[in-house]
């Protein structure tokens, strides 16, 4: 199982500095174009901010994650009910779709 695109920060470093080149990149899921020669100090900077975004990415995942389980455990209720002759109770559990 692979990892989707949107969710995997793409940086590309590239010998062309050509609009049609980057424009394509983009157009391609890329998040973030270096063109050579690059400054290490900027392609350092860029690297940052790529994870960064990963970063942001994973704790939005897992605070989803936390809310959908808490949903989830919500969405099961328990309910006691007694015959109309006050006879034996029933408890149920239901999930609510």
Do not use: W, Y
Request: glycine fraction near 4%.
């Amino acid at each position: 199982m692979g990892i989707p695109p949107t969710v995997l920060p793409i940086l590309v470093v590239s010998a062309t500095s050509l609009s049609s080149c980057i424009i394509e990149a983009f157009d391609n899921g890329c998040n973030f174009f270096v063109s050579k020669p690059f400054d290490k100090q900027v392609l350092r900077s860029h690297v940052r901010a790529v994870l960064r975004l990963k970063e942001c990415h994973d704790k939005e995942v897992a605070k989803a994650a936390r809310a959908k389980s808490r949903v989830n455990r919500a969405s099961f209720t328990s309910k006691v009910s007694t015959d109309s002759d006050g006879g034996d109770q029933e408890q149920t559990l239901r999930r609510r779709r």
